[in-house]
């Protein structure tokens, strides 16, 4: 267990429907971390977090979009639907440099989005 | 643009023997940090094992090393007495840091590891 919790486990949905996924990390660790896992497309860093602020940005698209909250959760909003998006999306926390002990990251179990 | 290039999709060795996984990867950026993960069939990300590019040494964590070599851009994972349970997709991943509390991390397309009884 890596200490992130990672909500639903399973979404299925249908096209141009609006989602949710939810993070909580490790208690302690200021940064949140989401990535898509597609057959297509491998593990693709979408976006980082950092106390609550954006910090690093990857290959998110405008339809997504997310947040972290003041007690550091953090939820990855995707609109518009499309059958593209089924992937697994996992988040991962950790300390990031300069902060602290920084050299792992722990990633959540996923969710997988079902998009039909 | 950074990359990380992965060209062995997939691999097989004999259980107990060493195999190593190899790993290259592109960054203009002096500093930077390198990543091993394994998943396993069930999904999860277990991380392996990081190496600094600042790190003098090459870094160990258990059966598993990390064979730096910085001037070649290569970050091989060695894998020493395989075990069944070692069977899994493994992704190298590096990290940039241009400045505290920025982390962009890009992987690599995975190297898929069967270990054969």
């Known amino acids: 267990d890596s200490g992130v919790t990672q909500t639903p486990k399973h979404l299925i949905t249908a096209t141009g429907q609006r989602v949710t996924l939810r993070c909580s990390p490790r208690s302690g660790d200021l940064s949140v971390y989401w990535y898509q896992q597609s057959l297509d497309q491998g593990l693709q860093f979408l976006i980082q977090?950092?106390?609550?602020?954006?910090?690093a940005k990857g290959n998110i698209l405008e339809r997504f979009s997310a947040q972290q909250f003041p007690d550091l959760h953090s939820e990855l909003n995707l609109s518009s639907l499309e059958l593209g998006d089924s992937a697994l999306y996992f988040c991962a926390s950790s300390v990031p440099r300069g902060t602290g002990s920084y050299n792992e990251q722990f990633f959540g179990p996923g969710t997988r989005l079902t998009v039909l | 643009a950074q990359k990380i290039t992965q060209t062995q999709p997939g691999m097989f060795v004999q259980e107990k023997e060493a195999v190593t996984l190899d790993c290259t990867y592109d960054?203009?950026?002096?500093?930077?940090?390198l990543f091993w993960y394994k998943q396993p069939s069930s999904g999860e990300m277990i991380f392996l094992i990081y190496?600094?590019?600042?790190?003098?040494q090459n870094a160990t964590e258990g059966r598993y090393s990390l064979n730096f070599q910085k001037a070649r851009k290569s970050a091989n994972l060695v894998i020493s007495a395989s075990q069944l349970g070692d069977s899994a997709m493994y992704f190298c991943?590096?990290?940039?840091?241009?400045?505290?509390?920025?982390?962009?991390?890009?992987f690599g397309p995975g190297t898929s590891l069967s270990v054969i009884p």
């Open positions: 977090y950092y106390n609550g602020e954006e910090r």
């Open positions: 190496q600094g590019s600042y790190d003098q």
């Open positions: 991943a590096m990290r940039e840091h241009r400045e505290t509390s920025y982390d962009k991390v890009i």
């Open positions: 960054t203009s950026d002096p500093s930077y940090g």
